[in-house]
């Protein structure tokens, strides 16, 4: 099966009970066993729930994993992956990566005897000097947060492979869609469900899916454990919002290319990135290793950090808002607002300037969002 159809179908048939089309939400915490340890596959919904294990599988299927754990935010997949590691690891780290996955790794594993350094993955040299003895796992996010920069998944996983380290990328950005980072070599896929898979900003969600038995198995033991799950009205949300994600992502994606060209020619604008535009640094990069260039956006408006947030105030339909992967489009200052925790002297030193704005381009009628971005523009 193709991956629309997958979306609809894999892990989703009809009820065998009931013939419900839809996969019921088990809301229940225990299932009833019929003799002492005999049980129909389910004993307690820490462990394991049908909601979830249908979510479970048709991520994975997307992805094109062999398997897939639904977590209850992406930050608790994040945590539960590096949770693989121990005391005196360490990690080499895109270093454009989701402000909450910096503060995660800086303020709190490190705290755990957990190393990490940030460095620019989309320089393969500098991965590779960033590797230590005891390094043990790669982390990417590409295209990162929010310079959009492009790490070449394939020849980092190839190179990590070459020293026993695991790569990790985190898909939230692309989605399986548009980017299979198992396809191109990496160990573990990260979502944050919240975004493009849930896509109606409606639930909060993670999930990771990997190749591997053995990374696998540990894994449902550290996520078992721990009791990082979500509830099963959660899951079927993302559940909900997958059968439509081939749809939503073409729509961001022409959107977002429309928006970024629009921005490109305004003479208010003082640059844009977006992978689509020929003008990306990595277009090249962005056509090999991806099938589209997805929704986000940044750009750098004429007149500082004033007309920045004269734009962010302006703007009536992009909605002043954190997140991004929703049906509806928002707009961000990520330096003000996602990438607050980052300290001000590494922003700068990676280009998240103060008049940095961030887009996350929905999927409403494209003339509507670029008279939108147009008026705010003038204004500013
Ligand atoms: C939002 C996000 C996360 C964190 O996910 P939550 O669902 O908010 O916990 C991680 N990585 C990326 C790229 C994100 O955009």
């Not at 977590?71 to 270093?95: P, Q, Y």
């Not at 594993?109 to 790669?138: H, Q, W, Y």
């Not at 898909?171 to 109606?200: A, W």
């Not at 260039?293 to 992009?318: D, N, Y």
């Amino acid at each position: 099966m193709r991956f629309a159809t997958r979306a609809i179908h894999a892990g989703q048939e009809p009820d065998k009970s009931t013939g419900a089309v839809t996969v019921p939400i088990f809301q229940t915490s225990t299932y009833a066993q019929d003799d002492v340890g005999k049980t129909k596959g389910y004993e307690y919904s820490r462990t394991g729930n049908p909601t979830r294990t249908a979510l479970e599988t048709v991520i994975a299927s997307l992805e094109n994993g062999r398997h897939g754990l639904a977590f209850s935010s992406g930050m608790s997949a994040v945590d539960g992956v590096v949770r693989l590691l121990g005391k005196g690891n360490h990690v080499v780290v895109s270093e454009g990566v989701y402000g909450g996955v910096y503060r995660l790794f800086a303020k709190v594993f490190e705290k755990s005897g957990l190393e990490f350094s940030f460095v620019d993955t989309s320089d393969p040299d500098g991965i590779e000097r960033a590797v230590k003895p005891n390094t043990k796992m790669l982390w990417i996010e590409s295209p990162s947060n929010p310079l959009l920069k492009l790490t070449d998944i394939r020849s980092a996983s190839k190179m990590a492979r070459s020293r026993g380290i695991l790569t990790v990328v985190d898909n939230t950005f692309m989605s399986p869609y548009f980017q299979r980072p198992l396809e191109l070599g990496c160990d573990i896929v990260v979502h944050s469900t919240t975004k493009y898979l849930g896509g109606h900003s409606d639930v909060v969600g993670g999930a990771v899916v990997a190749n591997d038995d053995e990374v696998s198995e540990r894994l449902k033991f550290i996520q078992n454990s721990v009791g990082a799950i979500p509830g099963p009205f959660d899951c079927w949300l993302v559940l909900r919002g997958i059968k439509t994600l081939a749809l939503r992502m073409e729509r961001h994606n022409v959107n977002a290319q429309a928006v970024a060209q629009f921005l490109e020619n305004h003479p208010k604008v003082e640059r844009v990135l977006y992978p689509g535009l020929r003008s990306h640094p990595q277009h090249d990069l962005a056509q090999r290793q991806m099938t589209g260039f997805g929704g986000m956006v940044t750009f750098w408006p004429k007149g500082g950090v004033g007309a920045s947030r004269t734009i962010l105030k302006a703007t009536r339909l992009f909605i002043l808002a954190e997140s991004l992967g929703g049906v509806e489009s928002l707009i961000s200052s990520p330096a003000a607002m996602t990438h607050a925790s980052i300290p001000t002297e590494s922003r700068m030193r990676t280009g998240i300037r103060d008049d940095l704005v961030r887009l996350s381009v929905g999927v409403e009628d494209v003339e509507d969002l670029i008279e939108d971005l147009s008026r705010s523009l003038d204004v500013s």
